[in-house]
Every structure is written in structure tokens, then in C-alpha cells.
């Protein structure tokens, strides 16, 4: 079978890597990048480190407002679509990319298969939750990772094609800690010690957008008790610039420029505790056992938030500084491995050759 596949940001290099390597044992996968993310370090290096097949078309599309952005890349993506006549289009999550990739398959009667499928926050002010919400809805095949992704598609009426596969990001995670721990110096040349740092991420627009928000996050970090290392998403740098928070950020925050996963999936696995407002990293914290604060006020990733694990805080400092310090409880040991077992990529490559007239059969 012919796969158009279609990636564009960060997280969804991650979520292909796994993926595309159990996919190209059976099927011939056609790889688009869109461009959506676009620099070096939140794109090249996760082709590079991660092993993942060149793309054979590079859209180029860049930044742009949600709907130019999402616009261009749908005319870009159709003329792929048409010149290469796949058979199913695979997208992943939940960015323009995603809703581009399934919109422009969609209507060329391509059939649409989408990896994490039945995400919600419930919050529509998202992008990202329109983006879910509209992909799955024009999605022949629906790969959950969650149980609670399963039963959101049901309450929305989707039965038909829906498989609980388990979350792809486990796959990566597993397949790369080990490696991780081999190859990466990061606590070396960051000078840190196992167990005394924490690792904050922040990019959704409701923190980046908002200068009280992102002010009010930046003034909590530097009241925890220890070395803050803070990779900042491009997205969030151009922020702390328009604000003039760049150069008086608090002593302990240790800006850096975005990590590789290799490096950051080692700071995440010996740090004390993740502050985050990323959806893939409040996922990571909870099963490498981190204890977790999540800056927003509602998560698609709920299961992370039983026994403790994860904490909703939003932007608000006092609030992010308790949850800080109270996180330092200890939590119980044992997990339910909500999320699967690792092998979520071999289940998706098999059900992914499924004929498009006998789907829902
Ligand atoms: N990540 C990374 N380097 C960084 C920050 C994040 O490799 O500097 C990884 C992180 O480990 C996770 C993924 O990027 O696997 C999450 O992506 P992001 O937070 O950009 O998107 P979201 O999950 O919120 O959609």
C-alpha cells in the first residue's frame, strides 16, 4: 500500500520515527514535511538523531497566522496528493499540519488515518483542540492511545475504524532512554546534579501570548529551589524579546536553545520535577516517574493527573511555586500502563494496510 505521510512540528518527527520504521517493512511511505517548524534544532536534528528517512517533498511553508498557515499548506499538500495518487494519508496529533494534511485528503476522497486520535481538553480556545476535533472527524482510521481517547470519539458519535493501539511517544521514549543514557553529556555541560533540577517547557499560546502570563510564569520559576533548565521554544524566545523579559529573567532560570530528544529526554529522566505546559511532555514526566506541574488549566492527558502524578496550575505564580514545593511528597511507585507498552507502532503499521471498503466491517 502507498502511504502519503504528513509531519511539520516537532513532536510529530518524534511520533513518525516509530512509526515510520514499522510502517516501511510493508507498506512504501511517501514522507511530506510541511515546515511548519522550520529551524535546525526543532527539525533537523530530530531527523538526524532519531534515524528518520529524508522527506521527499519539503513544503517550506513556514510561519504564518493559524489560518495562512493552515491555507498554504493545504494547496501545497493537495498537489502532492494528486501527483502521487497514495492510498491512505497517515497525520499525527494535532497542529495545522495535521488538519491540512487530513482536509487536503479528505477531499480527494484519499482515505485519512490518524495517529492520536480522540484527544480533547475541552477547551476550544486551543488551536490545537479545533485541530483535533475536525481531523477526527473526517478520519477513516482512528489510532487512540488512551482507553478515555476511545470513549471522547464515542461521545462525538465515532465508532467505526477507531482502534486503541497505545501512544507512539511511549514507543520513542522506550526505544530511546537507553541510548539516551549511553550517549548524552547534557548534565555535564550544563553542570547539573541527578535529582536537583527541574526542566521547564512553555510554548502554547494562552502562556506565550499573554505578557502578564508568561511574566508571571517566569517570576514562579525563579522562586523554586533550584536550577531551572528552560529550553525555550522559538515561538516563546520571540516573546520573551517582545516583552523585555529575555535579559532580567531570575537567576535560576538556565535559558537554553531547544534540546535534541536524546538530551532531553535524559534531563527530563533525572530531573526533580517538570514544569511544563507541553502536552507530549506532561506525558514523558508521568512515565519516566517525574513529578509534574502543568502550567494550563485543563489537559488532554488526564490520566497522567491520577495518584498525584501531574498537577493543573495554569499561569498563575503563587500557584505554580505551592504545587513546586508540595510535589516533593512521595508518590506511590507503581503505574497503570495507561499509555501502552511500547508497541504501539506495529499495531498502527498492521491496521493501517486495512482496505479502506472494509473498514468499520
Ligand atoms: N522536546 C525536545 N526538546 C525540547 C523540548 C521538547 O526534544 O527542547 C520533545 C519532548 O521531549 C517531547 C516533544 O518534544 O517528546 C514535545 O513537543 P512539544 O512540547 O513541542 O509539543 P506538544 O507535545 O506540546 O504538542
Redesign the pocket.
Known sequence: MKIVTIVG???QF?KCAPVSRALRREHEEILVHTGQHYDANMSDVFFTELAIPAPDYHLGIGSGSQGEQTGRMLAAIEEVLIREEPDRVLVY??TNSTLAGALAAVKLHIPVAHVEAGLRSFDRSMP?EINRIVTDHISDLLFCPTQTAVDNLAAEGITTGVHLTGDV?VD?LLYNTGIAEQSSTVLEVLGLTKGEYYVA?V?RASNTDSEEHLKSIMEAFGEVDGPVVF?A?PRTMKYLKEYGLDDRLPENIRLTE????LD??HL?RHAKMILTD????QK?AYILKVPCVTLRENTEWVETLEDGWNVLVGADGEKIVEAAAARHISLPGDQQPVFGTGHASEVIADLVGERSDTIGE
Not at 531547544?258 to 530528544?261: E, Q
Not at 507541553?278 to 511532555?281: H, I, L, P
Open positions: 512540528a516537532r513532536p518524534i496529533g494535532d490545537e511517544m520513542a517547557t510554548h529550553p521554544h531547544p534540546l535534541a530528544y532531553m529526554l527530563m507541553s502536552g507530549g511532555v514523558e
